[in-house]
């Protein structure tokens, strides 16, 4: 299923039913020519159907440009079986992975076995491509995921065709880098619309390059003043009395001069480990232990509306 381009290293990794992601070592990690230096291993996730469009390509470009030897590898997300989070809760247990039986797990153990990450999702109908979120539906167990994912650095480009069309996709494609607790490098929106078109812009291509070539440098990205300062959202909600909340990581601030988001005082930020953990591992799993609790009130309120069977099928 990963697509590797000719001259490239990519690396193994075996996924054994039955056996927790987190446990299995990846095979195949190459070392250095002349050291025993391992080399680093980037995976580039392409979440498009169209074959050398503007993320391939760029996730290409910035792959090729990332100096050194790296194993390499690239996943094309479309070609990949995600089926809906089922709500199971199975993968809440310490040392569980997806009960399902699509390629979640196997993308889980690409990501988790990377030491870098480069995402190229194109801009749809004022969101990111709905692919992406069927992923990030999964990571409800992100729990056992993030201790092999934290700090790792991670490329977002995102290729959008018209001018105001953007809509949520910038925030909305930062949640699972931010779910993860990844490093954000960059979050980079291009204005490309034809396949392959950002690269008839030179400019283009350098900025491509330069971020390849800073992919494990310190170079992180920073949100501007109209953005939420945690998480880099530039969609805030407006609230009473000049306050203002970030809908994607919750932190709540104030307006200041000119509209100018102020969250000096936010003691609340969601992507936080401590919040992730509380949010999933505690939360969540309550939930799942409450309905085992009150399953049969449940069933008892949903009775009527069992024989209501309007249900149209292909």
Avoid at 299 to 308: F, I, P, S, V
Wanted: aromatic share 10%.
């Amino acid at each position: 299923m990963t697509h590797k381009i000719p001259g490239w290293t990519g690396w193994g990794y075996n996924y054994l039913p039955g056996k927790f992601l987190s446990e299995i070592s990846p095979t195949g990690r190459h070392k250095c020519k002349g050291d025993n230096v391992l080399m680093k291993k980037v995976l580039g996730i392409v979440i498009s159907d169209r074959r050398l469009g503007n993320s391939e390509v760029l996730v290409k470009e910035i792959m090729s440009s990332i100096p050194g030897e790296c194993g390499r590898e690239l996943i094309r997300l479309t070609d990949f079986k995600i089926e809906p989070c089922k709500a199971c809760y199975r993968c809440l247990q310490p040392h569980q992975d997806c009960a399902q039986k699509d390629d979640f797990n196997y993308l889980m153990g690409k990501i988790m076995a990377a030491d870098a990450l480069i995402i190229g999702v194109p801009v749809y109908i004022l969101g990111p491509h709905g692919y992406y979120k069927m992923l990030m539906d999964r990571l409800v167990g992100v729990g056992n995921y993030i201790e092999q994912t934290r700090g790792k650095p991670c490329a977002l480009v995102i290729p959008y065709g018209t001018i105001g069309w953007t809509g949520y996709t910038k925030a909305a494609s930062m949640i699972m880098p931010r779910l993860l607790n990844m490093k954000i490098v960059d979050c980079w929106q291009v204005h490309a619309t034809l396949p392959g078109e950002s690269l008839l812009d030179s400019d283009n291509i350098e900025y491509a390059r330069k971020l390849g070539q800073d992919l494990f440098s310190d170079r992180e990205y920073i949100p501007g003043n109209r953005e939420c300062c945690f998480c880099g959202s530039d969609i805030l909600r407006l609230l009473a009395d000049n306050r203002v909340e970030c809908p994607i990581c919750g932190a709540k601030g104030r307006l200041d001069h000119d509209n100018i988001p102020n969250f000096t005082d936010a003691d609340y930020f969601r992507f936080s480990a401590h919040q992730v953990e509380e949010h999933f591992k505690g939360w969540v799993k309550e939930m799942k232990s409450r309905f085992a609790v009150e399953k049969d009130k449940l069933k008892e309120a949903q009775k009527d509306y069992r024989d209501k069977d309007w249900w149209i099928r292909p």
